[in-house]
């Protein structure tokens, strides 16, 4: 199984701030990576795929970058609507999520 | 726009059965693979299954092989997911979700949630 390993578990920011959350898979991916964000009682909504390639509707202070094993998303300046829980997800050889980074409001 | 709606869920004996429904609308259902992620409580998300458009291939997690069987019916525009056996650690919101058109990928549009509670 591939183990996705994300860092921090929390990140506690201010609005307006610029953030970067990790993902380092246990093996190589290629580019086959997701990120969602997760806010309370929902379910999760899709943000980057293939490492980099925002979904439809996502704006465009959220970025994705890497290949290989490691992964960074991007938030250029963090609005109130982003805090959040997020989670990485590989898709290379069957399906692991990270277990999630929360973003918190400083 | 697309719409996935679940039913079904609720509160379960250990050992028992129960079937999750995933209504689809919006776009044309045969077209794209369709998952099932679950997440326990408090916890982060899990692969159960998925279903390919046809339905001529489908997989599960070895965590629910041999209890879990994925179906749909693309003539009605519904997903399914039987569990049997079911597992204390089987408790979780389950949802549905649709995937790729040509193989199983991301998840692009999910249910709302459905919370099967397995306890006796």
């Known amino acids: 199984e591939i183990v996705m390993t994300q860092s921090p578990a929390t990140l506690s920011v201010s609005p307006g701030e610029r953030v970067t959350l990790s993902c380092r898979a246990s093996q190589n991916i290629n580019s086959n990576l997701a990120w969602y964000q997760q806010k309370p009682g929902q379910a999760p909504r899709l943000l980057i795929y293939d490492a980099f390639t925002r979904a439809t509707g996502i704006p465009a202070r959220f970025s994705g970058s890497g290949s290989g094993t490691d992964f960074t998303l991007t938030i250029s300046s963090l609005q109130s609507e982003d805090f959040a829980v997020y989670y990485c997800q590989q898709y290379n050889y069957w399906y692991t999520f990270g277990q999630g980074t929360k973003l918190e409001i400083k | 726009q697309v719409q996935l709606v679940q039913s079904g869920g609720g509160l379960v004996k250990p050992g028992g059965s129960l079937r999750l429904s995933c209504a689809a609308s919006?776009?044309?259902?045969?077209?794209?693979?369709m998952t099932w992620v679950r997440q326990a409580p408090g916890k982060g998300l899990e692969w159960v299954s998925y279903i390919s458009g046809s339905a001529n291939s489908s997989y599960h997690a070895d965590s629910v092989k041999g209890r879990f069987t994925i179906s749909r019916d693309n003539a009605r525009n519904l997903l399914y997911l039987q569990m049997d056996s079911l597992r204390a650690d089987d408790t979780a919101v389950y949802f549905c979700a649709r995937d790729g058109r040509y193989s199983s990928t991301c998840y692009n549009s999910w249910g709302q949630g459905t919370l099967v509670t397995v306890s006796s």
């Open positions: 919006g776009f044309r259902f045969s077209d794209y693979y």
